[in-house]
């Protein structure tokens, strides 16, 4: 099974709905991302979690918000779907500095279309 | 603040032939990270480069870090059609513990 998951894999929804995408993780990892991605602009960081009680906005967070619910579940939610908000989003987690090398493992994304 | 500077964006080779992509960046990162990701797909992680000077290989992939030069390479041998991917370079941003992403490399190679 994969370390990191994401549902819903593929979403496509309307202007002004609310959305949830959701991301849970086996590997034990403290730390867990939000970004986003679009054609050309890499990866943009939308939140951050260190741990369940902390929760830090990322370079684009506008329009977001989001929930770490347990260790191994962190949710993004869109209030408001917007279309300059479809993109493929990513969850990615990562152990702390100084117990490893601080890689991020991402999951495999979900497509959000907001039409 | 960090920033991460990749070129070029977008590179088309032939098969057999040898070619670096540069990844700069603007401050000072003690650490640079490389990621391969394949159209539709996550990003799969490369390397780790932890110190100046260190180098790491992995098949036809090698990649180097110069923290003086504030530089990375990733340096492809020999490609083949297999390595065809959009490949990122992501500097550690120390004061906040993120990870500053270049804006990606798309890599075809052609037979």
């Known amino acids: 099974d994969a370390d990191v998951t994401q549902t819903p894999r593929n979403r496509i929804t309307k202007t002004g709905k609310r959305i949830m995408l959701e991301c849970s993780q086996t590997?034990?990892?403290?730390?867990m991302y939000w970004y986003r991605q679009d054609p050309g602009l890499g990866l943009r960081l939308i939140y951050y979690?260190?741990?369940?009680?902390?929760?830090n906005k990322g370079e684009i967070s506008d329009g977001y918000s989001v929930s770490r619910q347990a260790q191994a579940k962190f949710s993004l939610s869109l209030e408001s779907a917007i279309p300059n908000q479809t993109a493929l989003y990513f969850c990615?987690?990562?152990?702390?500095?100084?117990?490893?090398?601080?890689?991020?493992?991402f999951g495999p994304g979900t497509r959000l279309t907001v039409t | 603040e960090l920033k991460v500077e990749q070129n070029p964006l977008f590179l088309s080779m032939q098969e057999g032939k040898n070619y670096t992509i540069y990844c700069n960046y603007s401050?000072?990162?003690?650490?640079l990270y490389w990621y391969r990701q394949d159209p539709g797909k996550s990003l799969e992680s490369l390397f780790v480069?932890?110190?100046n000077g260190a180098v790491k290989q992995e098949g036809r992939l090698m990649a180097s870090l110069d923290t003086k030069a504030r530089l990375s390479t990733l340096h492809i041998t020999a490609a083949v059609h297999d390595l065809s991917a959009t490949y990122f370079c992501a500097g550690w941003e120390a004061s906040n513990y993120q990870l500053i992403w270049g804006a990606g490399t798309k890599l075809i190679i052609k037979p």
């Open positions: 590997k034990g990892h403290d730390r």
């Open positions: 480069l932890l110190s």
């Open positions: 979690s260190f741990d369940v009680k902390d929760i």
């Open positions: 990615a987690t990562s152990d702390s500095p100084g117990q490893g090398a601080y890689e991020q493992y």
């Open positions: 401050t000072t990162s003690d650490r």
